[in-house]
C-alpha cells in the first residue's frame, strides 16, 4: 500500500503545494480491515482503514501509479476508465485513498456525482481525479468530524 499511498499524496501536493496541506497529509497512518457492507476505506482521525477485499470487488494495486495508462478511457479530465484489463474489474486503491486523503483535507463528499473524487460511491474499474475545485477552506482546520462517511461502492447496471 506504501507505493499507492505515497502517490496520492504527491498527487494532492501537486495540486495544493502547501505546507500546511503537507502536514495534515504527512501525518496519515493507514490500516487494513474490514468494514461493512460495500464499504471500502474511512478515516477517522488521522488514520485510513482500508477494506481488506475491497468490499469483495477485489482492489487494483496499481503498479505504476505515477501514470494512468491502466485507467486510459476518459469521461472528463478527471474521470477515467479501464477498459480491459485487471484494473477494470476491480476497485481503484488509488483513488480511494485520494478520497480520504480529501477527507484529511476537510473537504466533504460532493452531490452523488459518481464522476467526481468526492462522490460517496465509486464504480468498479474506474479512477478518480482531484480537479480545480478542491481547495480546502482552511486546510489547517482539524475540527472536521472524527469519523467520515464510508466509501460506496456503486454498482452500475
Do not use: C
Amino acid at each position: 500500500m506504501v507505493p499507492i499511498a505515497t502517490e496520492a499524496i504527491q498527487r494532492w501536493l501537486k495540486r495544493l503545494p502547501y505546507e500546511p496541506i503537507r502536514a495534515a497529509l504527512t501525518g496519515v497512518n493507514f490500516v487494513v480491515g474490514g468494514l461493512p457492507g460495500n464499504a471500502l476505506a474511512t478515516i477517522s482521525g488521522s488514520t485510513i482503514t482500508v477494506d481488506a477485499n475491497a468490499a469483495g470487488f477485489g482492489w487494483y494495486v496499481d503498479t505504476t501509479p505515477q501514470d494512468d495508462i491502466e485507467v486510459q478511457h476518459h469521461v472528463l479530465p478527471t474521470s477515467l476508465y479501464a477498459q480491459s484489463n485487471a484494473a477494470a474489474a476491480r476497485m481503484d486503491l488509488l483513488t480511494t485513498i485520494m478520497h480520504e486523503l480529501s477527507h484529511r483535507l476537510g473537504i466533504g463528499h460532493f452531490d452523488n456525482n459518481s464522476e467526481e473524487l468526492m462522490s460517496e460511491s465509486l464504480p468498479v474499474g474506474a479512477r478518480r481525479l482531484p480537479n480545480e475545485i478542491f481547495a480546502p477552506h482552511d486546510a489547517s482546520h482539524h475540527g472536521h468530524p472524527q469519523r467520515r462517511s464510508f466509501y460506496q461502492v456503486a454498482r452500475w447496471r
